[in-house]
């Protein structure tokens, strides 16, 4: 697995996430590209991320057919579900999308990350929990090593902000269906 594709709103760190998984594959010595796509608004239009971690060159940065989709709003769910490959894996945020696939050929994954992260005081957060379920999933990286880049790419000027990335990441990564 190394075509990912995270889809969602603006302002929901879709792109953030993206270049998480990428710093993870560049620590690995993977070969990375990191491709972000939004819409012209600030906030709240669409927004998608191609990444590739490979042990091969990458031809191409687009992903069009993902081993993985992360989706955090039901327009994305719709737009992308279609893409997974064949027994490729889907992490849907149930808080916000409603819809289950109807594919039987992929493995799909429903947490309800935008609740989770409101429950638990860790408010824009929902992404860093997704990846934690995602991370479980899919099993090809270390946690500890995810845990790492993740507090390391916490902005400097909010250092309070890496205990909640690490407990957001954890509470994705232990999530019970």
């Known amino acids: 697995m190394s075509n990912f594709l995270f889809a969602g709103f603006g302002g929901q ?3 953030f996430s993206g270049k998480l998984l990428a710093k993870v594959g560049l620590e690995l010595d993977k070969q990375v590209s990191w491709l972000p796509s939004y819409g012209p608004e600030m ?8 990444v590739i971690v490979n042990d091969e060159p990458i031809g191409s940065p687009l992903v069009t057919k993902p081993d993985v989709l992360l989706v955090l709003n039901l327009p994305s769910f719709e737009k992308f579900e279609h893409t997974v490959i064949k027994n490729g894996i889907m992490i849907v945020d149930s808080s916000l999308v409603e819809k289950k696939t109807v594919r039987t050929d992929i493995k799909a994954y429903y947490i309800p990350a935008s609740m989770l992260a409101s429950d638990n005081d860790l408010a824009g957060l929902a992404n ?3 990846f934690g379920q995602m991370l ?29 990335n690490k407990k957001a990441l954890s ?5 019970q269906a």
């Open 13 to 15: 760190g879709i792109l």
């Open 43 to 50: 906030r709240g239009g669409t927004a998608n991320c191609s």
């Open 128 to 130: 860093i929990i997704m």
């Open 136 to 164: 479980k999933a899919i099993k090809l990286f270390d946690y500890s090593l995810v845990e790492a880049v993740l507090v390391h790419s916490t902005p400097k000027s909010k250092p309070q902000l890496a205990e909640l």
């Open 171 to 175: 509470l994705g990564y232990n999530y």
